[in-house]
């Protein structure tokens, strides 16, 4: 699997993403450029590591109709938003909803690589902790965010109430969680299982 982090910038105007793009290139970043959500969303994998560049005001889905259609997926690639239509409602709201970052157009490249740089170092860890789980550790996570307690997941495994919890506090120190409510947030948000009813 390829772990090299990328920016997935998403931006209407062709002059901004091949700007943009050899800003990026020049810095020795990976980037991939999109002219609207749909583009983007048709080559999505949220396996791989990296954070989404995106502009507010785009053809089709909004900036922020794509971050909430991320979210209804369960894909929490970390979002920078860079438009040259930002006013505070619209960055609130945007940051609220889960956006690391809200920037106007021109903004400064040294400061805007140093953003990228942090967002995707963030993602790469976070999705390197997750596969770092073994497979009995992941099967009970799926048990420990569906609301089970360990004596119920030992019994519905077959294995001992003590192997549960070494188990369940190998993956709560994997994941850097330190509740079964930190699980469920973290699971949701990087994708790593799906979720119950989702569909």
């Given at each position: 699997?390829?772990?090299?982090?990328?920016?997935?910038?998403?931006d209407?105007?062709i002059?901004?993403?091949?700007s943009?793009?050899?800003?990026?290139e020049a810095?020795?970043?990976?980037?991939?450029?999109?002219a609207?959500?749909?583009?983007f969303?048709?080559q999505?994998?949220p396996?791989?590591?990296g954070?989404?560049?995106?502009?507010l005001r785009?053809?089709?889905?909004s900036g922020?109709?794509?971050q909430?259609?991320?979210r209804?997926?369960?894909?929490?690639?970390?979002?920078?938003f860079?438009t040259?239509?930002?006013?505070i409602p619209?960055?609130v709201?945007?940051i609220?909803?889960?956006?690391?970052?809200?920037?106007?157009?021109?903004?400064?490249?040294a400061?805007?690589?140093?953003?990228?740089r942090e967002?995707?170092q963030r993602d790469l860890?976070?999705?390197?902790r997750?596969?770092s789980?073994?497979e009995?550790?992941?099967?009970?996570?799926q048990?420990v965010i569906?609301?089970?307690?360990?004596?119920e997941?030992?019994?519905?495994?077959?294995i001992?109430h003590?192997?549960?919890?070494?188990?369940?506090?190998?993956?709560?120190?994997?994941?850097?969680?330190h509740?079964?409510l930190?699980?469920a947030?973290?699971?949701?948000?990087?994708?790593?299982l799906?979720?119950?009813?989702a569909?």
């Open positions: 699997m390829n772990l090299e982090p990328t920016v997935f910038v998403v209407d105007d002059a901004v993403r091949d943009l793009r050899l800003l990026f810095a020795g970043i990976a980037v991939e450029c999109f609207d959500a749909g583009e969303l048709a999505l994998d396996q791989r590591a954070c989404l560049l995106l502009d785009l053809p089709g889905m922020l109709a794509l909430a259609e991320l209804r997926r369960g894909t929490a690639i970390p979002i920078i860079l040259g239509h930002g006013d619209l960055s709201r945007a609220k909803a889960g956006a690391v970052d809200f920037l106007t157009k021109p903004t400064h490249g400061m805007l690589i140093e953003k990228v967002a995707m860890e976070q999705k390197t997750l596969r789980l073994t009995r550790e992941r099967e009970i996570l048990h569906a609301g089970q307690s360990s004596k997941i030992a019994r519905l495994l077959g001992s003590r192997t549960v919890e070494v188990h369940r506090a190998h993956l709560m120190q994997k994941l850097g969680a509740s079964a930190e699980l947030e973290i699971t949701r948000d990087w994708n790593l799906p979720r119950r009813g569909g």
